[in-house]
């Protein structure tokens, strides 16, 4: 059990929260919610001793472990992949090394009435508790189901770190955690970087595996899945329910209706008694009843209404004009990287409106096909964009590619062109960018603010197909629940690769399924196709067995 008591953290004579205090249970599973800027991910970074609190303790047993997966941890060094993974255990090989030098020093010394003798013995009694408690581990076995539950080939397992992209790193860091059994796991954002089958391997870990897990996700559907209790943080105070997302929702909706009523009752007696003390006020018969009102209000502590994020995106995308029937035909079309073949024998015709989705683990193929539609690399076969074609894109580095030097304003104001260019303050406040923010540079931008600055160059010109890889990453549920409405109400063509099956629900109708160097075609959403998935990955077990 760990216990949070009191925490609160101030800084520039703000309170971000104050006298939070839960206990975590063995086999919780919490969802961490609350708005940007809420304090979340500083309640998760107090909790895993990375950052000291203003006031209050978290408390745990001594031989408790926290293991704490950042957003932006990245691991980059001349290690390879098995060799970092295994850093999970160095401590416990640290321990077996000690012992068997201790060892070696009692078989050797003579001086079996000394202190140092005793003293040694002493030791190797503590490490050997430790070390067998912990049960035999096979340490290579281990680290190989975590890396290959998580998507690394075994022929990655000798690569060095440093070649992979910064969201392979985080695998590593989370497959590290992952190994070390810890009392407490602490996930922020864990799934941005995931595919849709390590994201339902991770599930399967943290509900079958996991001792205690505290997530912050804008997955909903990870998280609905995932966990039991849902701590929301707003307004410097906790609210803890034992209920998952979803429902978790439906009790908030029901919270904040009863503090308004409450208010609207309290704002009304207040009314009331301030008529009767304006009333009677001087009124000699009235002085006792005057006095004792007064004397009333000064005590009567406000009620507040949790505040209500009212600001959010307004996107519409503009009217598609009208493309040829077939916007993207691909046939017999090959891609390789010198020796390694990527894809083969990709044939498929996308028809005017559909919506589509690219899906499969990471490095099937998917963004190098989008890149090879978009005439970004060379490739073999045929690519053709069907008549009138006019193509927006959205790349999965999209946000990095911003000019960190520039305003948020300027950001935009230098790819406008035309008519469009006397708009942009409209457009920027409809993203949520108003005031002052237009002046604030873009390396100050959260990941979702970059992530909603570089979309916006979508909304410029009408496009007839959009092509959008990865656009939810750093998106948090709010603002991709409006995001998915938008791009179900646009009259064009879509193609988007995402892991994001709440995301895709609903949204798409067709599935391009990138794996074993071929691209299958499915004609059927998101959910039926992982329920067939599944189904196939159970029958293909049994046949192992």
């Not at 001349?78 to 970092?84: A, G, L, N, Q, S």
């Not at 949520?432 to 909304?459: P, Y």
């Amino acid at each position: 059990m760990i216990s949070i008591e009191g925490l609160g953290v101030e800084f520039g004579g703000s309170t971000l929260f104050k006298d939070v205090s839960f206990v975590v249970n063995e086999k919780d599973r919490i969802a961490l919610m609350g708005k940007n800027g809420a304090g979340k991910s500083t309640l998760l970074k107090i909790m895993a001793g990375a950052q000291a609190p203003s006031m209050g303790r978290v408390s745990a047993p001594s031989d408790s472990v926290i293991a704490y997966l950042p957003q932006h941890l990245m691991t980059d060094n001349d290690r390879t992949v098995f060799e970092e993974a295994s850093q999970a255990f160095s401590e416990l090989i640290q321990m077996q090394t000690e012992m068997e030098a201790l060892n070696k020093q009692l078989e050797t010394r003579t001086d079996y009435e000394s202190e140092e003798y005793y003293g040694i013995i002493e030791k190797v009694s503590v490490l050997s508790e430790k070390v067998y408690s912990l049960g035999e581990i096979n340490f290579d076995a281990e680290v190989e189901k975590i890396l290959l539950g998580l998507g690394f080939l075994r022929e990655d397992f000798t690569r060095p770190t440093k070649e992979f992209s910064g969201g392979w790193r985080m695998r590593i860091e989370l497959a590290k955690i992952l190994l070390r059994d810890p009392d407490l796991i602490l996930l922020d954002e864990p799934t941005n970087h995931l595919d849709i089958e390590s994201v339902q391997w991770l599930e399967d870990f943290l509900i079958n595996s996991a001792k205690a897990v505290i997530v912050i996700s804008h997955d909903k559907a990870f998280i609905d899945n995932i966990t039991t209790r849902t701590i929301e943080v707003t307004m410097g105070r906790i609210y803890d329910y034992k209920v998952n997302y979803s429902q978790y929702l439906i009790h908030r909706q029901e919270r904040r209706e009863q503090q308004q009523k409450a208010y609207d009752e309290q704002q009304k007696m207040i009314a009331d008694n301030m008529e009767f003390i304006e009333r009677f006020r001087g009124t000699y018969s009235k002085t006792n009843q005057v006095q004792s009102r007064v004397r009333m209000l000064e005590k009567l502590e406000i009620l507040e209404v949790d505040e209500v994020d009212t600001s959010h995106l307004r996107l519409r995308f503009p009217p598609a004009p009208r493309s040829g029937d077939y916007p993207v035909i691909a046939k017999d079309v090959e891609k390789t990287y010198d020796d390694h073949l990527v894809f083969s024998e990709v044939s498929f015709a996308i028809e005017r409106g559909e919506k589509v989705a690219f899906v499969g683990k990471n490095g099937e193929g998917k963004s190098t096909l989008i890149k090879a539609i978009m005439s970004e690399l060379k490739h073999n076969g045929e690519l053709t964009l069907g008549h009138n074609t006019k193509v927006g894109y959205f790349a999965q580095n999209e946000a990095s590619l911003l000019d960190e030097e520039l305003t948020i304003f300027q950001s935009i104001d230098d790819i406008a062109k035309g008519e469009i260019r006397t708009k942009i303050k409209d457009i920027l406040g409809a993203f949520m960018f108003r005031g002052d923010d237009l002046e604030k540079k873009v390396k100050v931008l959260s990941g979702g603010e970059r992530t909603r600055l570089a979309m916006i160059k979508l909304l410029l010109e009408p496009y007839n197909l959009l092509i959008l890889d990865e656009p939810t990453n750093h998106l948090d549920i709010r603002t991709k629940d409006i995001l998915k409405q938008a791009l179900m109400a646009y009259d064009g063509t879509l193609i988007l690769v995402s892991h994001d099956r709440d995301f895709l629900d609903g949204l798409i109708s067709k599935i391009y399924e990138f794996g074993n160097k071929k691209v299958k075609e499915h004609f059927e959403g998101i959910q039926e196709f992982l329920e067939r998935k599944k189904m196939e990955h159970l029958t293909e077990l049994e046949a192992n067995k």
